[in-house]
C-alpha cells in the first residue's frame, strides 16, 4: 500500500497552461516536501512545507499543504518546457533524522 | 557549493557478485539516507544514518549492509548480486542538528547499478 498517492500519473501540456498536481495521504506528516527529478539524475528539493494550510511560492510554483496535514498540491502558472520532468512529493512523519516516504511521482512534459 | 557526491556513477556487475557504492554527504551534515530508485519507480528508503550510527532500516536486503565513517562518508555494500537489484542508488544528506523537523534532503547524482 502507497503511503502518499499523487495524480495525475502522467500529464502533457502546451507551453504556457497551467497545471496542478495533487499529492494525497490518510496519514499526518509533520512535514511534507516536493523534488522535481529528471531522468539519471537525483531529485531536487523544491521546496517543503510544515504548517496545515501553509502556502509557499517559489517564481510560477505555488505549494499549498493541506489544513490537516495530510496532502498537498503543486500548481504551476504558464508552464514552460523547462518545467519537463517527475515530481515527486515526499512526506516526513516527525523527527529531524526521520526518513522520507516518496510519493508515486507525476510525469510532466510540456510541449513547446 | 559542494554537494553530494556519489561514487561510482555506473557499475556493472554479474549476478552473484559484490558492489560497493560510496557517498561522500555535504560537509557538516550529520545524516545520510539511501534509497534505490528502479525504472518508472519512486524512490525506495534502504537505509539511515545520524551522527554514524544507524537510525532508521526501510526495505533493504539482508544482502546488502551499510556504514557511516568518522569523516561522515558511507558505503552501501551489496552481496550476491541478482537481476532485479539493477536500479539507480541514491544517497541523500541533511543536516539535523536535534532539530524536530525533516526539512529536506540534497541527494546525489546516484549510481546506476546493472547486473547482467
Known amino acids: 500500500t502507497q503511503l502518499l498517492e499523487q495524480s495525475p500519473q502522467f500529464l502533457s501540456i502546451q507551453e504556457g497552461e497551467n497545471l496542478t498536481v495533487y499529492c494525497n495521504s490518510s496519514?499526518?506528516?509533520?512535514?511534507l516536501q516536493w523534488y522535481r527529478q529528471e531522468p539519471g539524475e537525483g531529485p531536487v528539493l523544491l521546496v517543503t512545507?510544515?504548517?496545515?494550510?501553509e502556502v509557499k511560492k517559489l517564481k510560477r510554483l505555488t505549494f499549498q499543504f493541506g489544513d490537516a496535514r495530510k496532502d498537498s498540491s503543486l500548481h504551476i502558472t504558464a508552464a514552460q518546457p523547462g518545467d519537463t520532468g517527475l515530481y515527486l512529493c515526499?512526506?516526513?512523519?516527525?523527527?529531524?533524522?526521520?526518513?522520507?516516504?516518496f510519493g508515486t511521482g507525476t510525469k510532466l512534459q510540456v510541449i513547446p | 557549493a559542494a554537494g553530494v557526491i556519489q561514487s561510482p556513477r555506473h557499475l556493472i556487475k554479474e549476478k552473484r557478485e559484490t558492489a560497493t557504492l560510496k557517498c561522500y554527504p555535504i560537509?557538516?551534515?550529520?545524516?545520510v539516507y539511501w534509497y534505490q530508485q528502479g525504472p518508472g519507480q519512486d524512490p525506495q528508503f534502504l537505509i539511515s544514518?545520524?551522527?554514524?550510527?544507524?537510525?532508521d532500516k526501510g526495505s533493504i536486503p539482508d544482502r546488502f549492509s551499510a556504514q557511516q565513517f568518522s569523516d561522515y562518508h558511507s558505503e552501501l555494500n551489496m552481496s550476491s548480486l541478482e537481476l532485479g537489484d539493477s536500479a539507480l542508488y541514491f544517497c541523500?544528506?541533511?543536516?539535523?542538528?536535534?532539530?524536530?523537523?525533516?526539512?529536506?534532503?540534497?541527494f546525489g547524482s546516484g549510481t546506476r547499478l546493472t547486473v547482467v
Open positions: 512545507v510544515v504548517t496545515g494550510g
Open positions: 544514518f545520524y551522527e554514524k550510527m544507524q537510525s
Open positions: 560537509p557538516r551534515h550529520d545524516t
Open positions: 515526499a512526506g516526513a512523519k516527525s523527527g529531524g533524522y526521520q526518513k522520507v516516504t
Open positions: 496519514s499526518v506528516f509533520s512535514s
Open positions: 541523500a544528506s541533511s543536516l539535523v542538528a536535534g532539530r524536530i523537523t525533516n526539512y529536506g534532503y540534497t
